[in-house]
C-alpha cells in the first residue's frame, strides 16, 4: 500500500460547492502540507502542520481550510470553489529532522466548473 | 523571500546526450537543497538532497553539487534514457522556517 494517499484522485465541482480533499499517510510522520500545482507555476504550499495542534498558512491560503484529524490525516476545504482553484493538489508529508525530505502523494485533480 | 529559479523547459535531448537542468536560490542562512521528480501522473519523489555547502548529491547518476558561492544546485546526467523523460523541480528548505520552495519545474524528454 502507498504511504500517503490521497482521495479522491480526481473531482469534478461546480462553483460555489464545498469541497474537501483528504490525505492520510502512514509513515508516522509528524509533518503535513497541501500544495496546488499549476502549469509554469510549479508547486505552491497552501497549508502546513508540523504536529495536531500546529497549523499554519502558506502563500496562497486564501480560500482554503484545512483540519489535521489526527497525526496522520490531514484535509484541505475549498468552502466556496471558484474555477481559478482548478489544479492539481498534492499532499505530502516529512519527518521531524534536520534534513527532512518531503513524501508526496499521487495528487488529486480538481476541476471547478 | 527564499525562491528558487530554475531554467524553463521544456528541454528535448536524444537518447545519451548529457543533461544539465540550472537551478539558483535566495535564501537567508544555510537552507538545504533538493531536486524531485514527477513522472507523468504521479506526486513527486525525492531526486538527491544536499544539506551544506560543496555537498554533492546523486541518484540514478544524476548529480549535483551545492554551491554557496554561486547559490547554485544545478542537476547534470552524463547520459540521460528515455525513462527519465519527466519533470524536474529544484527545491530548497528554509533552515529558520523549515518550509519548502519549489522551482517552477523543467520538462525533459529524451528521445530514442
Known amino acids: 500500500d502507498a504511504d500517503v494517499t490521497q482521495t479522491p484522485r480526481n473531482r469534478i465541482t461546480k462553483t460555489g460547492k464545498r469541497i474537501m480533499l483528504e490525505c492520510s499517510q502512514t509513515?508516522?510522520?509528524?509533518?503535513m502540507y497541501w500544495y496546488r500545482q499549476d502549469p509554469g507555476l510549479g508547486l505552491r504550499l497552501i497549508y502546513y502542520?508540523?504536529?495536531?495542534?500546529?497549523?499554519n498558512k502558506g502563500e496562497i491560503s486564501d480560500g482554503y481550510s484545512v483540519s489535521r484529524q489526527a497525526q496522520a490525516k490531514f484535509s484541505l476545504s475549498l468552502e466556496s470553489a471558484i474555477p481559478n482553484q482548478t489544479a492539481l493538489y498534492f499532499c505530502?508529508?516529512?519527518?521531524?529532522?534536520?534534513?527532512?525530505?518531503?513524501?508526496f502523494g499521487p495528487g488529486t485533480r480538481l476541476t471547478v466548473l | 523571500g527564499d525562491s528558487v529559479t530554475q531554467m524553463e523547459g521544456p528541454v528535448t535531448l536524444s537518447e545519451e546526450a548529457f543533461l544539465t537542468i540550472n537551478c539558483t536560490y535566495t535564501a537567508t542562512g544555510y537552507p538545504s537543497l533538493f531536486w524531485y521528480v514527477q513522472y507523468p501522473g504521479e506526486g513527486l519523489q525525492l531526486l538527491l538532497k544536499a544539506t551544506k555547502a560543496d555537498d554533492k548529491g546523486s541518484n540514478k547518476g544524476f548529480e549535483a553539487t551545492y554551491r554557496k558561492e554561486t547559490t547554485s544546485f544545478h542537476l547534470e546526467k552524463g547520459s540521460v534514457q528515455v525513462s527519465d523523460s519527466a519533470v524536474y523541480f529544484c527545491?530548497?528548505?528554509?533552515?529558520?522556517?523549515?518550509?519548502?520552495?519549489f522551482g517552477t519545474g523543467t520538462r525533459l524528454k529524451v528521445l530514442a
Open positions: 509513515k508516522g510522520h509528524d509533518r
Open positions: 527545491a530548497l528548505r528554509d533552515s529558520g522556517t523549515y518550509k519548502y520552495i
Open positions: 505530502a508529508t516529512g519527518a521531524r529532522s534536520s534534513t527532512d525530505t518531503q513524501y
Open positions: 502542520s508540523f504536529d495536531v495542534k500546529d497549523i
